[in-house]
């Protein structure tokens, strides 16, 4: 089960997901929902991590939560063969990155759908919003786990890292995203998990709810509007669903 940490009563950032419409600042319903994939929408990122870090380790390396901190969901976060080899000097151990394989497969087959996100899909679909993710992982990585999570055919299109000069925190990725979804990027709501994937929709003139998971909760969100500890706690009146 995935641990999520809540929003603090000290958080002025935070909202009380129960609160009125009177006691929160109702806002213009967004014309679509961009949602992150990668601790947002599925908890890839402690396994991958966990990968990563005992990949590390097994060869005399540490790889602090830390330092994951600074790159997860950013153009930064190499593959873990070459961020091993820069480490190293030399390949990278055959037998360790089979290991470390073994886990990403693990990963790719059994994480599930995070909470709260079939509710949200449901929600904003019955009120003809348009959905699309943006997401710092290739398309090779996203589209698969959208498959076997049976939500791919909700999405009107999918944005990867792949597709675009610059990922996050540059807002290239929600750019993309908002001209093919054909919409004024301030009409768009994202969903992230990440400082850097709140600084790029930020940064596309967007609005973004963050919604820490089990390795983000350990970042720092000092600018985010809206902190959830879980996307099941999402405020849809305070987003006029």
């Not at 000092?222 to 305070?238: K, M, N, R, T, W």
Request: charged share 25%; proline share 8%; aromatic share 4%.
């Amino acid at each position: 089960m995935t641990t999520r940490t809540p929003p603090t009563s000290s958080d002025e950032h935070s909202i009380d997901p129960a609160a009125s419409p009177s006691e929160a600042h109702i806002v213009i319903p967004p014309a679509a929902v961009i949602f992150d994939f990668d601790g947002t929408i599925a908890n890839t990122e402690t396994p991958v991590y966990e990968a990563a870090r005992i990949a590390h380790e097994e060869h005399g390396l540490e790889l602090p939560m830390t330092t994951w901190i600074e790159i997860v969901g950013t153009a930064d976060n190499k593959p873990l063969a070459e961020r091993l080899r820069d480490a190293l000097g030399r390949a990278p151990d055959a037998d360790v990155m089979a290991r470390a394989e073994e886990r990403h497969r693990h990963a790719r087959e059994n994480v599930p759908v995070l909470s709260g996100v079939e509710d949200l899909i449901t929600v904003a679909k019955s009120h003809d919003r348009q959905l699309a993710i943006a997401s710092s992982s290739p398309i090779d990585w996203v589209e698969p786990h959208l498959i076997r999570l049976g939500l791919v055919d909700h999405f009107d299109h999918l944005s990867t890292r792949d597709q675009v000069d610059r990922g996050k925190p540059a807002p290239d990725l929600f750019l993309l995203a908002a001209a093919r979804l054909g919409l004024d990027p301030a009409n768009i709501l994202v969903i992230e998990d990440s400082r850097h994937g709140y600084a790029a929709a930020r940064a596309a003139g967007m609005r973004c709810v963050v919604v820490p998971n089990a390795i983000t909760a350990h970042d720092v969100h000092p600018d985010a509007e809206i902190v959830l500890g879980s996307l099941a706690d999402f405020p849809f009146a305070h987003f006029g669903f």
